[in-house]
């Protein structure tokens, strides 16, 4: 399963999630966002028209999570390096129907204004996990 995590601030717009959803190169069965973020008012117009499921985690479950980017100002808010590429894999993990390995499948998009990102994630089956 492929689960895609979104990183935005309060700024982004409906237009440039969509755009960055079509940018995304497989496309998601879910997608998250952080709980804290579902009532930017840009996130909510996205959401009334998204194709795909929506998903709210806590900030709690991406604390730890090993990702691709860094950055330090979003882990000394958020105990990870980069919110989207942990939300995917948190997505994924959680949303696996069995338990399973998950991994990124690449470094996040960042949109066209800056003002979100997306990153991929997709579980592991066990026959080839190693």
């Known amino acids: 399963m492929i689960c895609a995590g979104i990183g935005i601030n309060s700024a982004v717009t409906a237009e440039e999630l969509s755009a960055l959803l079509a940018e995304a190169p497989k496309r998601p069965k879910r ?21 795909v499921k929506l998903i709210a985690l806590d900030v709690a479950e991406i604390v730890g999570e090993q990702v691709l980017t860094y950055s330090e100002r979003v882990y000394a808010r958020f105990g990870t390096g980069s919110v989207a590429e942990a939300l995917a894999l948190a ?30 994630a997709a579980t592991i089956p066990a026959e080839t996990q190693t």
């Open 31 to 51: 997608i998250a966002v952080l709980r804290e973020k579902k009532s930017v008012a840009g996130f909510q117009r996205f959401a009334s028209h998204c194709p």
């Open 91 to 120: 997505a994924a993990r959680r949303h696996s129907e069995t338990p399973a390995q998950v991994q990124l499948l690449g470094p996040r998009l960042i949109s066209s204004g800056g003002r979100a990102t997306l990153a991929l």
